[in-house]
């Protein structure tokens, strides 16, 4: 049976039954096609922001459409219409079979999957979880948090987000699976001034769940709180140090290190084309021992999670590395039937017009044993990090940056003052193996990420404990 | 008020859009007047179409053959001081209704700002010269097939290190798109954009570099050789091999013309709008003020023919023109939409989407002249990561490149950071090379900053 909510969405308006599925599978695959999908999406977004303490704009997308994809071999043939209606489908799709030699036509039946477990997010639209009047409260009283927090702060920004996706995947197979996304996200930037100085800070949360979260546990004006916390540390910041040196990084958020410095090294397509810096290195030692590092798309209401991924595939917790030795990589259907592997539900597109590729979920270190005072107290002389901004990495020679915005000198054991956001440098391979402690304190992001690859952005999240590396270059101004 | 009537290229078979500019006229016009009838004091509406094919060969193989169809309308309604936008993908009468009816929804509950509004219609572009913007390519999956093999060929020849490919590709896409006001205004252009790119891998015994090429153009004759491509992504990918770290250091950087992009990049950032109005930018209220050496002189040039930048008015319809930005070094405008203009008590620039073709002038000197002129230094051939902060202008990006030394390239550098903060690296430019780079929005050569913080070992 299909999901009557994605039926209601994105079938009927067209008219699309069971005869209409068949012939369109009949024209889509058959001989001579590997596999492929037919890619139905709606979504619709609004977002909400507040400046100088007035909600002044908002704004409300709908997108519709279709993504037709036929894959033979290493080749992909691949068309979409923002019109779901049986001609242009089949349109599309003789398109993207062009990709294939013309073949025979095959009937292949279509047949519903059930969801082989219990979902991890709830069906309900979002936007539909606060009234539009309650929303422009909740903005304003994170804005009121943030100035309360402190005279210096001048300006706030913060906005409300929030995405409906019903997504039905009709596979070469004639497998037939569905899937409706809720996210939100509420973000918060302040800029807060002395003297002459002004500096900022960011905070935000979200996941795959209704508004309702941000009114619990005063997480909105707790997000406001940190914001502010964050810009009035950088208004005491002093230059960031320049050269090698230990780093211990705090825990949740920072984890993208591992996104960026082993995560989209373990990517599947990468791997395949052997140009990744770790392709052909599954049972080497690429981390230190003791170290853990899974991605996870089954964690309830992440931002990162997904019931199935964009190929249909229940999504699952794949082992990247295990106790220091690297395991496996992130599949997708077509690298994962072309390297003789399974895939690990990691198939994911930023649309219907988009290819899907393999991609991370929920990325993170599991946690050691070490007390974070601990690790804290074993350095002489280093940096703490705890707030990064983005990263980026060279996925062929391992060089990656991410770039802190909130750090502090560590002397003695001790943390001692401020240093302005600085970029980290590393070589993804070895990075890990120069970790020598790792703490007890494993926490997860607080539903932030977007992840970029290839033009695409698609939600991620990223976590990890706090973790001391003994050697990192941070690129700032001073001699260290 | 005018109604401009379209000029372009007659509307040939090959990249045949499949809406015609009378069909997306009268949707912007229907939008208008769906959104009147709901109520709207104002209103303007976007509707934009596109076309486009994207071919990738890996290894001589087709790898993806992609059909590229976009559509969209946009919607921004005002009621008095409040405003609500909306926007769809599906061109279906009833969507159109549903989205004019959400963009009123929302304007209902946003709060009035007194700077919110139409622009000024004496600002707005009457009429304008064509821009030589459309030249569709006849180029279908076979023929992209050929050049996408004969650029991945010509880069595999090139040198016997290069052992892998993340392919070549060729994409050609063409636009249409039609802006509408309720105070009259209706303008729309064509444009086409193409571009060929290929991305290779080299192995030796330190590792694996990877590097690319492209070249991207309004029209296919003005694109470079497919031959010229390959190999000039073999040899970028090629001298990276064997990267080194350099020990932490002061030196001259030099940062090759894709690379100084990003530099004035980070300046147009920082004298836009929004950047002022909130007092988040690193050049705040620096009209009239000395930003960059007194030698230094730069223009926004939204009117060039054929550049990739160029558009006759912005998006709101306020016509655009060539102006400077930076005179013998000192900042001569902000670049400003209506909103931010109202909100700086100035008037808008033509800037609604952003800055159109920034042009730093170039110097005397060509590239191996600025490589003489530095001596001893670091020269900069890629960037990653964000690592600039707008508010302070604190940079610290990861680098990778090459160590000069009297002049000469002497080996590849690889996991650096180079440091330091916009306001006094501007101030330290030396030098503006004759090699511009034309294929972005930036138009700029080489540039020379004095001394950088390096750091590394």
């Not at chain 1, 071999?73 to 294939?100: C, H, K, V, W």
């Not at chain 2, 290069?162 to 303008?187: C, H, K, P």
């Not at chain 2, 998006?315 to 700086?344: C, H, I, K, M």
Request: net charge negative.
């Amino acid at each position: 049976m299909i999901d009557r909510l994605a039926q209601q969405t994105l079938l009927d308006p067209a008219g699309l039954g069971d005869h209409e599925l068949t012939t369109l599978l009949g024209t889509t695959f058959g001989r001579g096609v590997d596999g492929g999908d037919c890619y139905f999406q709606f979504a619709c977004q609004e977002g909400w922001s507040l400046e100088d303490g007035i909600v002044k704009s908002a704004s409300f997308n709908i997108e519709r459409g279709v993504g037709i994809r036929v894959v033979r071999g290493e080749q992909t043939g691949f068309a979409y219409s923002d019109d779901i209606a049986m001609p242009a489908l089949l349109d599309a799709a003789r398109t993207a079979r062009s990709i294939a030699d013309a073949g025979q036509s095959a009937r292949i039946a279509v047949a519903s999957r059930a969801p082989s477990r219990p979902a991890l997010y709830a069906p309900e639209n979002p936007m539909d979880s606060l009234d539009e009047q309650s929303k422009i409260d909740l903005l304003k009283e994170v804005d009121a948090a943030a100035r309360a927090a402190d005279p210096r702060v001048t300006q706030v920004m913060c906005s409300l987000s929030g995405v409906h996706e019903v997504v039905l995947v009709l596979n070469a197979r004639g497998e037939l699976t569905t899937d409706v996304r809720p996210l939100v996200r509420l973000s918060v930037q302040v800029i807060a001034q002395q003297g002459d100085r002004r500096e900022s800070g960011t905070s935000g949360g979200g996941g795959r769940f209704g508004y309702r979260y941000f009114l619990e546990n005063d997480r909105a004006a707790g997000y406001a709180r940190e914001a502010v916390r964050q810009a009035l540390v950088n208004l005491e910041a002093r230059d960031a140090p320049a050269g090698t040196m230990k780093v211990v990084l705090g825990p949740g958020w920072p984890g993208v290190l591992l996104h960026e410095a082993i995560g989209h090294g373990l990517e599947g397509d990468f791997n395949r084309k052997g140009t990744s810096a770790f392709s052909g290195r599954i049972g080497e030692r690429v981390a230190a021992k003791g170290i853990t590092i899974v991605d996870d798309g089954t964690l309830e209401g992440r931002r990162g999670s997904l019931n199935v991924d964009d190929e249909g595939t229940a999504t699952q917790q794949t082992v990247l590395i295990e106790d220091g030795i690297l395991r496996g990589y992130m599949q997708d259907e077509m690298n994962a039937r072309l390297t003789g592997v399974q895939s690990t539900g990691n198939g994911r597109r930023e649309s219907y017009a988009h290819l899907p590729m393999p991609r991370m979920t929920n990325t993170y270190m599991l946690g050691g044993e070490a007390d974070p005072e601990e690790i804290l107290a074993s350095v002489e002389d280093g940096l703490y990090a705890v707030n990064f901004g983005g990263g980026q990495v060279d996925i062929t020679s391992g060089k990656f940056v991410f770039s802190a915005s909130e750090a502090y000198r560590v002397e003695k054991g001790k943390v001692t003052y401020p240093v302005k956001g600085a970029t980290l440098i590393g070589n993804g391979p070895d990075v890990l193996t120069r970790v020598s402690m790792v703490g007890n304190d494993m926490r997860l992001d607080p539903g932030v990420g977007t992840c970029g690859k290839e033009g695409q952005g698609v939600p991620v999240g990223v976590g990890q404990p706090t973790l001391r590396i003994d050697g990192m270059t941070v690129g700032g101004t001073q001699a260290a | 008020m005018s109604t401009s009537p379209e000029r372009m290229a007659p509307d040939l078979e090959i990249q045949a859009l499949s809406h015609s500019a009378e069909s997306l006229q009268g949707r912007v016009q229907r939008t208008l007047d769906a959104a009147r009838a709901q109520g709207a004091s104002d209103a303007q509406a976007v509707v934009s179409h596109s076309v486009g094919l994207e071919l990738s060969v890996r290894k001589g193989e087709i790898e993806t053959l992609e059909y590229e169809r976009d559509q969209s309308l946009s919607l921004i309604a005002y009621f008095g001081q409040s405003k609500g936008a909306a926007s769809t993908t599906d061109f279906s009468e009833q969507a159109l209704l549903d989205t004019v009816e959400a963009a009123c929804r929302i304007a209902r509950y946003t709060e009035p700002d007194p700077h919110a509004g139409m622009p000024d219609p004496a600002l707005k572009a009457g009429d304008w010269d064509d821009l030589d913007l459309d030249h569709p390519w006849d180029c279908d999956a076979e023929q992209a097939t050929e050049l996408a093999r004969a650029i991945e060929a010509a880069g595999f020849a090139a040198d016997s290190r290069i052992e892998n490919s993340e392919g070549a590709s060729v994409n050609t896409r063409r636009a249409i798109a039609f802006l509408g006001d309720s105070q009259g205004f209706m303008g729309g252009y064509r444009s086409t954009r193409h571009a060929m790119s290929c991305a290779l891998v080299a192995r030796d015994d330190a590792g694996m570099q990877r590097d690319y090429a492209y070249s991207v153009a309004r029209h296919a004759a003005d694109l470079d050789a497919c031959e010229a491509i390959g190999r000039m992504a073999a040899e970028r990918t090629v001298r990276r091999l064997g990267g080194r770290k350099l020990s932490t250091r002061s030196c001259p950087v030099l940062f090759a013309p894709e690379m100084a992009r990003t530099l004035i990049g980070s300046f147009t950032r920082a004298i836009s709008g929004p950047a002022q109005y909130r007092h988040s930018s690193f050049l705040l209220n620096a009209v009239g003020e000395p930003v960059f050496p007194d030698w230094m002189q730069i223009e926004e040039r939204p009117l060039t023919p054929r550049a990739l930048g160029s558009a006759p008015f912005d998006g709101e319809g306020v016509r655009t023109r060539n102006r400077p930005l930076v005179a013998d070094g000192v900042l001569q405008s902000y670049t400003l939409d209506s909103y931010a203009a109202r909100r700086l008590g100035l008037e808008s620039t033509g800037n609604a989407g952003g800055a159109r073709n920034v042009t730093v002038k170039p110097g005397e000197r060509d590239f191996a002249a600025l490589l003489a002129e530095m001596g001893t230094g670091f020269l900069v051939t890629e960037l990653i990561g964000q690592g600039v902060n707008t508010v302070t202008g604190d940079y610290s990006r990861g680098a990778a490149g090459f160590w000069v030394e009297n002049g000469e390239i002497q080996y590849p550098v690889e996991e650096i950071t180079i440091a330091g903060n916009l306001k006094d690296i501007y101030q330290r430019i030396v030098a503006v090379g004759t090699d511009v780079d034309r294929r972005g929005n930036i138009h700029t050569g080489s540039i020379l900053v004095e001394s950088m913080t390096v750091a590394g070992d």
